[in-house]
């Protein structure tokens, strides 16, 4: 599984990557869904410079991802609470 050479477009400029090979079909996804995100702010504002539209669509995505810690975050502490509950009970029940 090793490396590959690909080159992505974003918002009209070419990068080179190197990428492992099973990480090549995301990392062409992404670019892909960030492209259609900087054209869509493009479409809908008023905002034409390009750092600008990547500036709103990296802002978009970190917030996306933040909330999504936050979420995973959340479920843990609920999941530990939820198991901390059912060993209480076992305790409790198994003391009997």
Excluded: W
């Excluded at 690909?6 to 960030?34: F, G, H, W």
């Excluded at 492209?35 to 990296?58: F, G, H, P, T, W």
């Excluded at 979420?71 to 059912?86: F, G, H, I, P, S």
């Amino acid at each position: 599984m090793g490396e590959i050479s690909i080159k992505i477009t974003i918002s009209d400029r070419i990068y080179p990557l190197k990428v492992n090979i099973e990480e090549e079909e995301i990392v062409r996804r992404a670019a892909k869904i960030i492209n259609e995100r900087i054209k869509d702010y493009q479409e809908n504002y008023a905002v034409r410079d390009k750092q600008d539209l990547l500036s709103m669509a990296v802002l978009h995505y970190a917030t996306a991802v933040l909330r999504t810690e936050h979420k995973v975050q959340n479920q843990d502490t609920a999941v530990a609470e939820k198991v901390e509950e059912l060993d209480s009970l076992l305790k409790s029940f198994f003391a009997k």
